[in-house]
């Protein structure tokens, strides 16, 4: 049965990929297919000069301009400007994207896109698709991913199912560190500040002959703050300290065929607090260990002068986390392990003038191993909850540029699960770009999301899970004003998700499912398909360049994400601001002289959980003020201070967990 239906899923996609094969005389250049490549090339018809290049919506470099989803790009002049030392509080001035975290830096960090929940969000490094399979949701923390080397961030919203599969319900995080252009050249950022923090960054590379290579390396220290809030409790400061180091090498073999190399490692350590007999938060000398390494291995074919490209390629993801309590008689208190192996094939063809199609087969195996010891050294240790999932898929989406400025774009993929069989999904799209200025979007794509081996198969898990679903449309308008000088743009959309997995607390739940399965031993919950959500929104954006010097940008988002249950009061989902704006404005003295910014952040009200009393607790609306000033010391080399909530604003974005308050820092940026 499983081979009938990847059979079943072939078939669909040979309609696209047939057609391609038959035409493959076309006189265009396809990009390279690969989310990580350098967005330099379009895919079908030449981008008009100046056009944005995006990655993640086609994993392939395509304008901005033939995509029919929202999407926001952060290049490295952004990211530059900006400064935020994290990859998830970059995000989070963005579009459609809260966070939430539980402390200060280090500790666990989620983000949300559209109001879905964080592990519907997936994360793209180099691209090679991450996640833990030995977390709850699979989400991938946020919390040790720092700004870097990522030279471009592309934040894609909504329902991306049928290019990057299970979890991408909510959209798409995709981080690229850079290439280098010349023989030679180097990169280093230094700064530091606020309750002792440290970052300092460095990176070299060059191309010598059919060699390009790259390496980077970051070391981050804070004395960080009480992530209990100090209101609850919180007196100790709860440090952190990651190292991490990023690396890509491509070697040109023949003409037309590559190979590539990708690696990154992060090491952190957080100091987080714990739980007194009561499950109720305390100050404690607990500590947590995380380390993540991923690996890519790939080999890039292109043939009839480029025009049919395909990449080969192999990727391994490994999370290991480990939590330790010094107070107890068995320091160690948690034991995590999950590791992904995935082989993938991908090709892009340009077909005609204008007309071009990415397709490819996936096979991802993924392990979990987790083990939570007992406190006392004469309780004998367990044996681990482990269990392993496979998934083999294929895909193929058509982008084609029918009439001067207006793209259709077309997508299937089959899911093959060895535990939940065949999943078949869909997408279509448009996008028309108008020569007044306008362009206009509309989409609509399905979303899959397998339970986690977590919610499976630990001492919580359920087997009776089903998949949760999803479903997504949207569309927008954007015009611009003085040749792109003047943008402002609008967008609304929709999502619904059916089965989506939570939390059932014991007795209140099915009696059956209240034990450990397999003994008689008691448990006070587990997973279940008890939510249907229902979520829809408008994000409106606006950009403003008065010349060289100034600028002026800013969004706002609504966003109602809301439990639609069976027997359900519809409410807010917890911790997601129904209300969420951004301002910025940057100046320029002159073009070798300093520079000044800031940035406001404004959250509206979110709800939690209050574990004291299991109610419904409400946080409160929050606004953070940033400033920055820069100063060259020579064209590559800049000095820069900045200060983060200025107002020194106290506010939560989890119930009981303590924020950062006013932040200075200062520090060099060098580019050689």
Not at 156 to 174: E, K, P, Y
Not at 515 to 539: D, L, M, Q
Not at 579 to 607: H, I, K, L, M
Request: hydrophobic share 40%; with cysteine.
């Amino acid at each position: 049965m499983k081979n009938h239906r990847l059979l079943a899923g072939i078939a669909l996609i040979l309609p696209v990929l047939l057609p391609a094969a038959a035409v493959a005389q076309a006189t265009v250049t396809a990009g390279a297919p690969d989310a990580a490549a350098a967005p330099t090339v379009d895919a079908g018809e030449p981008a008009p000069a100046g056009a944005i290049l995006v990655t993640a919506a086609t994993r392939t470099p395509t304008s901005i301009d033939r995509v029919p989803a929202s999407i926001t790009v952060l290049d490295k002049t952004t990211i530059d400007r900006m400064g935020d030392l994290s990859v998830a509080d970059l995000l989070v001035r963005t579009p459609g994207v809260s966070l939430s975290r539980n402390g200060g830096y280090g500790t666990a960090t989620q983000v949300r896109i559209r109001g879905a929940e964080a592990d519907e969000t997936v994360v793209v490094i180099d691209g090679v698709k991450l996640n833990d399979p030995s977390s709850i949701g699979g989400a991938y923390n946020f919390a040790n991913l720092l700004t870097g080397d990522a030279s471009r961030i592309e934040v894609l919203r909504g329902v991306q199912s049928t290019l990057w599969g299970s979890q991408a319900i909510g959209g798409v995080v995709n981080v690229v560190t850079p290439l280098p252009e010349r023989a030679l050249e180097g990169s280093v950022d230094l700064e530091g500040g606020s309750r002792d923090t440290v970052s300092a960054r460095a990176a070299a590379g060059g191309r010598t002959g059919p060699l390009a290579w790259r390496v980077g390396g970051q070391t981050f220290y804070t004395r960080g703050i009480s992530a209990l809030a100090p209101a609850y409790g919180g007196r100790e400061p709860d440090g952190y300290r990651n190292q991490s180091v990023a690396g890509r090498a491509v070697l040109d073999l023949a003409t037309g065929i590559s190979a590539d190399v990708r690696g990154y490692f992060s090491n952190g350590r957080t100091d987080t607090d714990g739980y007194d007999a009561n499950f109720q938060e305390i100050d404690t000398p607990s500590y947590a260990l995380n380390r993540e390494f991923v690996g890519y291995a790939g080999l890039n074919v292109a043939l009839f002068d480029g025009r049919f490209r395909n990449r080969f390629a192999y990727t391994y993801t490994n999370t290991d986390r480990d939590d330790y309590d010094p107070t107890l008689e068995r320091a160690q208190t948690f034991d995590g392990t999950g590791r992904n192996h995935r082989l993938e094939y991908q090709g892009t063809l340009a077909i005609v003038r204008g007309v071009d199609a990415v397709f490819g087969a996936e096979n991802e195996v993924s392990r979990f191993r987790t083990l939570a010891p007992p406190a006392s050294l004469s309780a004998a240790v367990p044996a681990p909850d482990q269990a392993r999932a496979e998934i083999t898929s294929v895909y193929g989406q058509l982008n084609a540029q029918i009439l001067t400025g207006l793209t259709l774009t077309g997508g299937v993929r089959y899911d093959d699960h060895n535990r939940f069989g065949g999943q078949t999904l869909f997408s279509g799209g448009g996008v028309w770009a108008l020569p007044t200025g306008t362009v206009i979007r509309a989409s609509y794509s399905e979303g899959f999301k397998a339970p986690t081996l977590y919610q499976l198969f630990s001492i919580y898990g359920n087997q009776a899970l089903r998949p949760e679903r999803a479903k997504g449309w949207e569309a927008g308008v954007e015009q611009r004003f003085l040749d792109g000088a003047v943008t402002l743009g609008g967008t609304y959309f929709e999502r619904r998700t059916r089965d989506r997995i939570d939390f059932a607390y014991c007795p209140a739940a099915t009696p059956s499912l209240c034990v450990i399965p397999g003994t008689t031993t008691p448990r006070f919950g587990y997973y279940s398909n008890v939510i249907n959500a229902f979520a829809k929104g408008v994000e409106a954006v606006g950009h403003v360049s008065l010349g060289a010097r100034l600028s002026l940008d800013a969004n706002y988002s609504w966003i109602a994400s809301e439990d639609r249950s069976p027997g359900a009061v519809p409410q807010q989902l917890l911790r997601r601001p129904r209300n969420t704006a951004n301002a910025s404005a940057n100046y320029s003295v002159s073009d070798t002289g300093p520079s000044f910014g800031a940035a406001v952040r404004w959250s509206g009200e979110t709800f939690d959980f209050n574990n004291t009393d299991f109610s419904r607790t409400r946080l409160s609306p929050y606004t953070l003020v940033d400033l920055r000033a820069e100063y060259p010391l020579s064209p590559d080399v800049q000095v820069f201070v900045r200060a983060e909530n200025v107002l020194d604003e106290s506010y939560r974005t989890i119930f009981q967990y303590g924020t950062l308050g006013r932040s200075i820092y200062a520090g060099l940026r060098g580019r050689f």
